[in-house]
């Protein structure tokens, strides 16, 4: 795996040769594995109490996951697919937690078989399913979350409210399902601190409800929300401030020597680890504006990004880039013949000529997980790095697993477009 000064000096390095890629302007991501290495650390640091279990659907990188769980992450799955891709990547079926609260039957007769047993429910529906098809599973109730200041909210389609899940804790005694545990989704990314802490106070109310009717729990699952990104810092360390004291408050390890704590990050260790290099294709000039076209786009890697209008602080630079250089006002579009194939509406931009390269930094969250390869297009080529500043950071034991992780270092992604 090579190392490079930054992200940066890699796309430079490798968009001047055509190693690992069919075409010498084909689009192409770097995975920067050390910065993923540097946010676990900081994990570590400042949650000890709580295990990460990576939630793969933010961005399903096979050496990532791999080096999660040779650090002792876990692997948050939410159907049968990526049940299959954690367990190839090396996880023991008590690395994950099958988190979805809406199981496919199959997939859930599938967990079963590979001794899958924790997983989620917010309905009744969902408790006999479990009840019907996997009666052994050690289950944790999806608890609704207070979404201030986060980009999706969640509460429409998942998680019962406090009453709800009074009554279906009940039910699950009843039936004799091993509910085990409280879960809960803040949003992603969350920008307010408190709807953590609100959250984990109803949690204890849950706990103290089932120690009422004879039942004991024993995991509590925070979820998601973490955002990764260096520009985020600050609101991150706010975040795990309030979790800590939270749990303290309410889950102190007096009153609850034996709980399993975990929540289930995915943006906060893929985001800011994968930059997207794409090259300039077209081009089109006017008084107004310069448009240009790219070989991305949002029926492409960038869907996500494109259309999240409140959070739109993902900028692309070019890597020929002169800081004294005058930029002018340009409109990006993808490659595809649709009409709402625009990346960004509004940018500025140097002037660029066809086949110079633009990296879109900090960008690895939805994105190529939700590449569609529309009309052919879309990269499948993944370059693994690492970045001297973070390899300065990590310890032996981290600098071991980033080498044994991926010896090659080029990852190709099955393209999923088929010729007819």
């Not at 000064?5 to 796309?11: G, L, T, V, Y």
């Not at 009744?124 to 980009?151: F, G, N």
């Not at 994105?367 to 390899?391: C, D, H, M, P, Q």
């Amino acid at each position: 795996m090579q190392c490079y000064s930054s992200a940066k000096q890699a796309a430079n390095v490798l968009s001047s040769s055509v190693n690992g890629r069919r075409l010498w302007d084909d689009s192409f991501w770097i995975c920067d594995l050390s910065e993923t290495a540097a946010l676990l650390k900081q994990w570590s640091e400042r949650m000890p109490r709580i295990r990460p279990y990576y939630a793969m659907k933010a961005g399903p990188h096979p050496p990532l996951i791999r080096f999660l769980l040779l650090q002792g992450a876990g692997v948050d799955c939410a159907s049968q697919k990526e049940i299959d891709m954690a367990l190839d990547m090396g996880a023991n079926p008590d690395d994950i937690v099958y988190s979805n609260p809406n199981k496919q039957t199959s997939h859930l007769l599938y967990a079963k078989d590979e001794n899958i047993n924790v997983t989620v429910y917010d309905s009744e529906e969902e408790l006999r399913k479990i009840h019907s098809h996997h009666p052994k599973a050690r289950v944790l109730i999806r608890l609704q979350a207070r979404h201030e200041r986060a980009e999706g909210s969640l509460n429409d389609r998942f998680g019962a409210t406090l009453s709800r899940a009074r009554h279906l804790i009940e039910l699950s005694k009843e039936l004799g399902v091993d509910t085990v545990g409280i879960s809960f989704h803040v949003g992603s990314p969350c920008l307010d601190e408190s709807n953590y802490s609100y959250a984990i106070k109803h949690c204890r109310e849950l706990f103290d409800f089932a120690e009422s009717i004879g039942m004991k729990f024993e995991m509590l699952d925070l979820g998601g929300g973490f955002d990764g990104r260096a520009c985020m810092l600050d609101s991150l360390e706010k975040i795990f401030r309030t979790i800590n004291d939270a749990l303290d408050k309410y889950f102190s390890k007096d009153r609850f020597p034996g709980l399993d704590v975990i929540a289930e990050p995915g943006r906060y260790f893929c985001e800011s680890s994968f930059s997207l290099v794409t090259n300039v294709i077209a081009k089109r000039e006017s008084a107004d504006v310069i448009e240009y076209t790219l070989n991305e786009g949002r029926c492409l890697s960038l869907l996500s990004p494109a259309i999240d209008e409140e959070f739109d602080t993902f900028e692309p630079y070019s890597l020929l880039e002169n800081l004294d250089e005058e930029k002018q006002l340009s409109r990006l579009y993808g490659p595809t013949c649709i009409g709402f194939d625009v990346i960004k509406e509004k940018t500025f931009l140097p002037n660029l000529g066809i086949g110079e390269w633009l990296i879109w930094p900090e960008i690895g969250a939805y994105t190529f997980a939700t590449t569609t390869y529309f009309g052919g297009w879309g990269t499948e080529i993944f370059y693994n790095i690492t970045t001297e500043s973070n390899n300065k950071q990590l310890d032996s034991g981290y600098l071991q697993s980033l080498k044994d992780v991926c010896r090659d270092s080029v990852t190709i992604v099955a393209n999923r477009y088929k010729n007819p």
